[in-house]
């Protein structure tokens, strides 16, 4: 676990996170807000670095 990609509080977003979410909305995949957009920021930032799995639980509730 890292820390180096906190917000500045519970909650908050990041740069960082922001771009992700702009990122999956232009390739047309909705992210739930902050945790997921923090997540995928991070494996944007690896570059492809290894192999990973991104499992997105994201989805409309009734």
């Given at each position: ?9 519970y909650g ?51």
């Amino acid at each position: 676990m890292t820390t180096d990609r906190l917000g500045p509080g519970y909650g908050h977003t990041t740069p960082a996170a922001q771009g992700a979410e702009q990122r999956a909305e232009a390739s047309g995949s909705r992210r739930a807000t902050r945790y997921t957009a923090e997540a995928q920021a991070a494996l944007l930032a690896m570059d492809g670095a290894e192999p990973v799995l991104f499992r997105d639980t994201y989805g409309p509730r009734p």
